[in-house]
Structures are given as C-alpha cells and as structure tokens.
C-alpha cells in the first residue's frame, strides 16, 4: 500500500485528489507544502500529491518555489474537477441557512450562488477545516462550502451540488516521489518536466527554445523565477510534450543545453500525459 501526502485537513480537495486517482490508499494530511514534500522526501509517504495550478485561479504560486529545491521527482499528473457543496448539519434546509463559512477561493468561486441566496460568508482556513467546525457546531443556520469527501468524513448533508460559478473548475496536481521513474517510450502521449537558467546575454530565451519550435515540440507551461535575490536572469520551469528518448526531443534539448547556463538545466520528470488533457485539448488553428 502506498501512503499520499497532501495539504489540508481529512475530506479537502487535495484529499479527495489522493483518493480519486488512488483508490483505497492511505493519505497522509500535511499542514504546510514543505511538510508534504518531506513526507515523501523522509520516506512517511511514498507519494506526494502537489497541486499546481487552477482554471480559475491560476498557479498556485509556493510550489512552484519548492520544486527546484527539493529533491523528489516528478512521476505524473492528475486533474480533479472541483465541485463545491453546501454542506450542513441534519436537519438544516436552504432556508435555514444565514451563513457560510469556507477557504476564501472556494467562497469567491461561489460568489454568485451565495448572493442569490442571501448567505453572508465567512473565510475559513481551508474548506476541509470550515466543514469540520460546522459539524462541530451543528447549528442549522451555519454550512460550509467544500467537497462531497468532505460531506461523508464529518457526517454533513449536502444541500446542493455543484455550486460553483463557473463549471469548468479543474486543478492540476503533480504526484511526486524519491525516485525517478521514466517510462519507456511506447508511443503514449508524454510530458517532460525540466529547469533550466539563462545566460544573461541578449536573445538567450529565445535561442534556449529554438529547438523546440525547429523540431515541432509543443511547449504546454513556460514559466520564469528569479533566483538568488539577483534580477538579472531568470530560472525557467517549462513542460514540454514529448519524450527525451524521441530523436525531436533530445535534439530540442541539446540545443536548449548548449543555450542555457552550465549546470543548470535538470530533468524533474518524464511521465504519461493524463486523459483529461486529450479530451480537453483546443483544436488547432487553420
């Protein structure tokens, strides 16, 4: 059995996540990111299970100063659609509920539910924790805004479903371990993860990346940090599709190195691209 690190309490999203792509393992609740990725790094989990990034609220931006520093590696992905219930004791009704209590995402991501029913909400520290102290409380003028897992962990009706303004809710987690595990090369659709540093000379960006657009290599995430406290060049964290054993990726990344600072460019995984991204892909441009 392998045991899941997460962030939150029993029954938050990250929770949920564990169990959706890993049914009947064990999960670990972490109360900080560096927690979960310790966890996995000391050996408590065997996996850690990152969120990082959001539809609606983007990326979630302190991970993406931990990944460069720790020393786990990438070995897949997962998205989880979020759907937020109003959760609240036995006995309570839409009518009897005043106020809601949650993480400030999820309120701001049911603004418009909560306005047309005339509920006055209350930031919470996470959904997972909001659902507890309503529970807790089992006053039936109070509810909380979390998941369903949530709902069966602490014994909450749901009142409604799918809350959300906006249905196309996802987040993006990475699954992290201690060691590397590429697969092989079997014609699946992949994803590889690296870092790498300019130098800092003009045009450096774009001639790091002019193999990847030479070699017909889609890049899915490029983002930028500055490291070191200096602004005078910047680390990059990109994802590309495709395998580092496929000739059009080891040439793009050949190039990349010859480009990019000496000893800076690391590979942080090699892993199958998950089916949502297949199913959910724009089509191309004419």
């Not at 409604?160 to 590429?182: C, G, K, P, S, V």
């Not at 870092?195 to 001639?207: F, H, M, Q």
């Not at 990019?260 to 090699?270: A, E, Q």
Request: aromatic residues 10%; glycine residues 8%; charged residues 20%.
């Amino acid at each position: 059995m392998t045991r899941i690190a997460y962030l939150g309490q029993p029954g938050s999203y990250s929770d949920l996540a564990c169990r959706t792509a890993f049914p009947g393992e064990e999960t670990l609740g972490c109360v900080s990111f560096p927690e979960v990725f310790a966890a996995a790094s000391d050996g408590r989990a065997g996996l850690a299970m990152i969120p990082v990034d959001n539809s609606l609220a983007g990326r979630i931006a302190d991970v993406h100063h931990l990944l460069p520093e720790s020393d786990l590696h990438i070995v897949g992905e997962h998205f989880q659609r979020i759907e937020h219930h109003l959760l609240a004791p036995k006995g309570a009704t839409l009518q009897t509920i005043k106020t809601v209590k949650s993480h400030v995402q999820p309120i701001g991501q049911c603004r418009r539910y909560l306005q047309k029913m005339g509920y006055t909400p209350i930031v919470s520290g996470d959904s997972a924790t909001a659902a507890k102290e309503v529970a807790e409380a089992g006053d039936p003028t109070l509810a909380a805004i979390s998941s369903s897992l949530s709902g069966e962990i602490y014994g909450l009706v749901s009142l409604a479903r799918n809350i959300e303004d906006e249905e196309h809710n996802t987040t993006r987690f990475l699954m992290m371990a201690r060691e590397a595990a590429w697969p092989k090369d079997d014609g699946r659709k992949f994803i590889t993860s690296f870092l790498y540093r300019v130098r800092s000379v003009p045009a450096s960006l774009y001639k790091s990346l002019g193999g990847f657009a030479t070699n017909g290599i889609n890049l899915t995430k490029l983002e930028s940090y500055m490291v070191g406290g200096f602004f005078e060049a910047a680390q990059f964290y990109v994802e590309a599709e495709g395998h580092p054993d496929q000739r059009p990726m080891k040439l793009a990344l050949e190039e990349l190195a010859f480009f990019s600072r000496k000893g800076t460019f690391k590979i942080l995984g090699v892993y199958p691209a998950h089916r949502f991204r297949l199913v959910t892909a724009e089509p191309a441009d004419d």
